[in-house]
């Protein structure tokens, strides 16, 4: 990993969010959110591969990686994401925002706040989706419907430890996260990222995803998007994707990555890389060109 100059960020309700900024100074900035039970360390092989030209700004959502425990909420995800940006970025500064999973949500709970409008320039939104996540799951291999829907919702809410990592939890992992071709030092790394997050945390957040309601963040979110998605994702299925990219109201283009999971980050990291600098080149690079 790059030099890193760390940060603090202090959100609406006093919490203190933790912040890493990898690249040269005055870079065109990109800002990245990650995905429930995830950390910092779930973007590694982009702050890698954009941090040789990119500002590239990292978080903990609120009670992952070094970021404490606190109330959670779609508004939190918005508030904490304003603070981010506040404190990382020069006032007026335009960024590329990413976001994977709960990330993305984060984007979309934010859209139509000032901060984002202030510093978005564009988005991408990786494996994610707005509302009926529970619902739309495929984790369990069932029919449809109601009684699917309420063990979905037990087994994400569940409040067993996921204790060491092992072959056995990294065999779980993989069947529920990732695609069956992912290579096993991409499962062992989301292993090792997702067992890290705090029980209380991770049940928290899992009851605020079952009732998730973003579609009018969605339609609010009048920046241009670029939406990626695995199409073996169990979490967030594609069809999650294909609506966003409906719904959006500059969507550029829909991704779907063949044989890829919901850890599209890892899964396919150039891939999703090539897509964040892409989207900086355009609505970046250019604009700076400009003034």
Do not use: N
């Not at 909420?73 to 904490?80: C, I, P, Q, R, W």
């Not at 992912?182 to 499962?187: F, G, L, R, T």
């Not at 920046?223 to 069809?239: C, E, I, K, Q, Y």
């Not at 891939?271 to 003034?291: C, F, G, P, S």
Request: with cysteine; hydrophobic share 45%.
């Amino acid at each position: 990993m790059k030099e890193v100059k760390e940060l603090t960020a202090v959100s609406a309700d006093g919490s203190r969010i933790h912040i890493e900024v990898y690249g040269p100074d005055g870079a065109p900035a990109v800002v990245l959110a990650h995905g429930w039970t995830c950390s910092t360390h779930f973007w590694a092989a982009q702050v890698r591969e954009l941090a040789t030209d990119h500002r590239v700004v990292v978080y903990d959502q609120r009670g992952h990686g070094r970021t404490p425990v606190g109330p959670v909420g779609v508004d939190v995800l918005a508030d904490d994401l304003e603070a981010v940006l506040g404190a990382a970025l020069a006032p007026g500064e335009k960024a590329v925002l990413a976001g994977h999973s709960m990330g993305g949500m984060t984007l979309m709970a934010a859209s139509g706040r000032a901060a984002f409008a202030e510093h978005a320039a564009a988005v991408l939104l990786c494996s994610t989706g707005s509302s009926r996540l529970v619902a739309e799951s495929t984790l369990l291999p069932m029919r449809a419907g109601r009684l699917r829907t309420r063990l979905t919702r037990l087994v994400l809410g569940s409040r067993a430890p996921l204790g060491p990592v092992t072959p056995l939890s990294r065999r779980i992992l993989k069947y529920g996260t990732m695609g069956p071709v992912s290579a096993p030092e991409q499962v062992a790394e989301c292993a090792r990222i997702v067992h890290a997050c705090p029980r209380r945390s991770r049940v928290a957040w899992s009851k605020v995803l079952a009732e998730l309601d973003l579609d009018a963040g969605v339609r609010a979110l009048s920046v241009p998007s670029v939406v990626v998605a695995g199409t073996v994702d169990r979490l967030t299925p594609v069809a999650h994707a294909r609506r966003l990219a409906a719904a959006l109201p500059q969507c550029q283009e829909l991704v779907e990555l063949t044989g890829a999971g919901h850890m599209t980050p890892v899964e396919a990291p150039e891939a999703v890389t090539a897509k964040i600098r892409e989207l900086a080149t355009t609505y970046l690079d250019a604009k700076e060109q400009a003034a």
